[in-house]
């Protein structure tokens, strides 16, 4: 309102002077004052409309940049929900291998199994925090230039979501239709009221091939949301890295903000191994394995899956903060990969699951 009245008020200045100078000769000097003067009172709009320009602009810039720092908070949520994830995963996998085995004898059920160790009956889900995703999202009109390409690889990664609800929704309803299913059982509802495992029960875990046909059932779908959670794990540390490049650190990264281990201990690691123990299933990468000898490698403190001497599959260090009575913190370094999980041991052995037997492997 001030600038409106401003300019009018020197527009009524120059048209009162131009009908003074009627009375008088228009001198080329009064014509040039006055276009003089009009040039100024445009020059003054069009630098008031470009500082009010600038302030919102900066003002978005910084809203922008708050955004980003709920995503970096949400990232660290979603990282830290992996844990039991993925852990989870690689103990229900250790599970079904010794089903699958027949490792565990009547002893071991009379003794009474808890509703984890039946496999079974037992899911969990992996929730992806998306508030400062849903945020940046009614921006996606405004988004300031020099923030376009990490806006794209933000979006990019949240295109799990439809997935994640999917495999989520999956595992759920699996475990319970095996549930109503059982239920039909004599013994499912007894041996819950009296406390007791029956004989029946026993035999249904030990000899009916059912059962070890329901627990691959259940890790297949656990394996679908580990996947989903490994690899959603990685790209979240990458984002949460690259925000603070970007904006500069505000905190201390956490410490399970990360995917590499200290190269004095990683260089323990490389060289060749030798199959020992298991047999290579359908889900594990048997193309990087020559002779039953595969290799690990060191590059940018990242270990790899080695074929033809070039680093091929990355194996990223599993750092996890989150305890569980049902899947503890090994004492054990672990890697993730697309493929599944590798667990270093200090006498130079290497487990490794993929969704198919463990096998078991030693460092030449």
Not at 143 to 166: A, G, W
Not at 203 to 220: H, R, S, T
Not at 330 to 348: A, P, T, W
């Amino acid at each position: 309102m001030f600038l409106l009245k401003f300019v009018t008020n020197r527009f009524k200045s120059i048209g009162s002077r131009f009908k003074k100078e009627d009375k008088k000769s228009v001198t080329s000097s009064t014509v040039f004052l006055a276009v003089t003067e009009l040039f100024m009172v445009v020059l003054g709009i069009l630098l008031a409309l470009y500082i009010d320009r600038w302030n919102s602009t900066k003002s978005f810039e910084k809203q922008f940049e708050s955004t980003l720092r709920i995503v970096q908070e949400n990232l660290e949520s979603d990282i830290y929900n992996s844990d039991n994830v993925i852990a989870h995963f690689h103990s229900r996998d250790s599970l079904r291998h010794d089903v699958m085995m027949n490792k565990f004898d009547r002893e071991y059920y009379e003794k009474g199994i808890s509703y984890w160790q039946q496999v079974i009956v037992y899911y969990n889900v992996y929730q992806v925090t998306t508030e400062g995703y849903n945020l940046l999202l009614e921006m996606k009109d405004e988004v300031p230039e020099k923030y376009s390409e990490i806006f794209k690889k933000i979006k990019k990664m949240y295109k799990i979501l439809p997935n994640l609800e999917e495999y989520n929704k999956n595992f759920k309803k699996i475990i319970w239709n095996i549930h109503d299913e059982l239920a039909y059982s004599h013994w499912f509802w007894l041996d819950g009221y009296y406390g007791k495992v029956s004989d029946e029960q026993i035999d249904f875990f030990m000899n009916n091939p059912y059962y070890k046909a329901l627990v691959q059932k259940v890790v297949n779908a656990s394996a679908l949301l580990d996947g989903m959670a490994r690899n959603h794990r990685i790209k979240a540390i990458d984002m949460y890295n690259e925000i603070d490049d970007i904006l500069g650190k505000d905190k201390e990264v956490p410490d399970h903000i990360t995917y590499v281990i200290n190269d004095s201990i990683s260089k323990k690691y490389v060289g060749k191994y030798k199959l020992i123990n298991g047999k290579m299933g359908v889900g594990f990468p048997k193309y990087y394995v020559e002779n039953e000898v595969l290799e690990i490698g060191l590059k940018d403190s990242i270990l790899y899956l080695m074929k033809d001497e070039k680093h091929a599959i990355p194996l990223y260090y599993f750092k996890r903060i989150s305890q569980n009575p049902m899947f503890p913190i090994k004492k054990n370094n672990v890697f993730i990969s697309s493929q599944g999980y590798y667990e270093f041991y200090k006498n130079g052995k290497l487990r490794i699951g993929a969704a198919g037997p463990e096998t078991i492997w030693q460092r030449q």
